[in-house]
């Protein structure tokens, strides 16, 4: 063996076990960073809490029917028979009711409660799912095709991001309604579901402009890589490209933006339903339950603390637990 | 620099006038009716109507309305209602045809409500904010450190307006603690206009102050550990002089940066506050307008909203070029 020509093959024929080490169960191998994230997230005491949390809100929202059917109450029967002629509840909490009844109208607060789960939730995650999508397709196509492309989509960035999102927000939905007919022929039903979908749209158009510019950020490093370089030299088509090649180094930030924005969206909805631009009755929802409580809540406490507590809670856990995401992926953030 | 300045000027006045083709293609194109929409559908005469359409020359194609809206902003225009003719002056926002006034009047009559509102807020937040960021950055690790940190995230995660709303029930009514929010003007009655200010700003401060605090804790910990910090500490200069003095310098650069989009942020966002504290500020100016289909006004406050954040989006990238040359090349 002379100098200069190194034999890399020495070392393996005289020990071939070297190449491919033998592993036993206990050695510690090759994790992906999601593997070694959600491991971190399963010893962290917070998450686990706000996980479970969540959990029982989502499976709240999900056996809605059969609790309110377990309690014997639905949510639009007027109990008129158990309110004083002030419009204040003769009763508190009983069999019956198990959180009691609605001042003025009389239904059921417990059934009221869960079902107000639903809409929250759902507009919350629909919402993520949608804006995570344009957002991700966005920046990948933004940082990766480069030149005109990524002038207009980080201009329409620099837009979405300076509109003031909650003008806006309450601006779209008597448009929106008119486009309709306007909210005076609109049944209660129809103006209900018209505002559901306007509020998804509307948390969807503002929350993937934030995305796309982190996920352009990380593109316009990962695609100077060799392993891009690779692909791209070998023919593969563009679109392979940024879903198979791209994407799966993208899944930290698209985690930690989602689980941070579920929130977000929650607050998002009970607080436009709250001033009256979210969902409305006959929809429960706790925003709006929030708003008409508040002429009550002296009288029946209750009334106002229900969907309070609802709110708080979950909005509490949720970004908690996307808090400790964050961490989970990115140690360097942990205090 | 010039060249800097020059490009960030275009880009910023490319939003504001997509903002404004936005919101009149939202206003003006999308409603089948506008003029129905605008007269509300409960007491609207055909008179009234016909008025209103030809106020707003919708019989005419779109370009030339928007045109005319345009025009209206830079030169002002005149309305009839009623057979009297109004004018409404150069910044012509449209004109309300529900409060028979121009749109301008109605916002510029909103607008110190709300500016007081943001500018007690800005002085409680920065003061308060930065002195527990840099108090905690102090103590690094500290119990003291570690109790504030995860305060301020458990209160930050807690929505704004559930925290202002039980504020505002329960210390101000039912406990009355704190004084009730109402709307005085300062020129009227001073102490006054401070007490009826003092809870929202109270609240807004306090309740915000938890991410600045946060910031500053993060860029004044980076700040007390470079070397110019350890050659101010060798000199034998006092901790007060070394943390207010020399880091708090730039260790504020940051905060800053946050704190003008912040406030041109909230500009906006205190609608929850006026709608809570029953202040007559510029988002109860919205809400009303939304109640009884005004979409003048509800246009006309959008737009204010965005140029004014689209400005401080401008100011603060200037002033950051200011600080940081680097920023000019990227």
Redesign the interface.
Known sequence: MSIGSPDSTVGVEDHPASAEPARTAATPHGKSPSRIAFDRLRKDRVAVICASIVLFFVLVAIFAPLLSKLEGQDISTFNTQQIDEFGYPTIGITADHWFGIEPKTGRDNFARWVYGARPSLIIAFLATVVGTAIGVVMGLLAGFLGGWVDRIIS?LI??VL???????A??????VE??R?????LSPEDQANIRFYVLIFVLAFFGWAGLARIIRGEVLSLREREFVLAAKAIGVPTWQVLFKELLPNLVAPIVISASLAV?AYV?AE??LS????GLVEPKPSWGQT?AVA?NW??ADPLY?WLP?IG??AL??AL??LG?AIRDAFDPKTR? | MLYFVARRLV?AL??VL??LIA?FA??FI????PA??ICG??NCTQQRYEEITKNLNLDRPKVEQFADYTIGIFAGRDFTTSGVTQHCAAPCLGFSFKNDRPVTELIGSRFPVTLSLVLGYAVLVLTIGVFVGSMAAKRRGSLGD?AL?TST??VS???Y??VA??VA?YLTI?YPILPRGEWTPPSENFGKFIAGLLTPWLVLGIYNCTSYARYSRGSMVETLSEDYIRTARAKGLSDRVVTYKHALRSGLIPVVTIFGLDIA?SL??A??TE?IFDLPGLGQL??DS??N?D?PV??G??LV??VI??AM?FLVDIGYSLIDPRVRLS
């Open positions: 201009w620099d837009f300076s509109l003031p999102f909650l003008l806006f309450i601006a779209l939905v008597p448009i008119s486009l007919g306007g909210s005076f022929n929130p607050t009970a607080g709250f001033l009256g631009v929030i508040t809540y002296k106002l309070v709110i708080t909005v509490l970004a908690l808090d205090r | 880009s490319s939003v997509a903002t919101t939202l206003f999308a409603p089948t009716d129905a929409a559908e409960r570690r940190m995230l458990v995660s807690v929505p307006y559930i709303l039980m029930l039912v942020g906006g966002g609608i929850f709608r919205v809400l939304l109640n289909y979409l509800i246009m406050t959008v909203a965005s954040i689209v989006n």
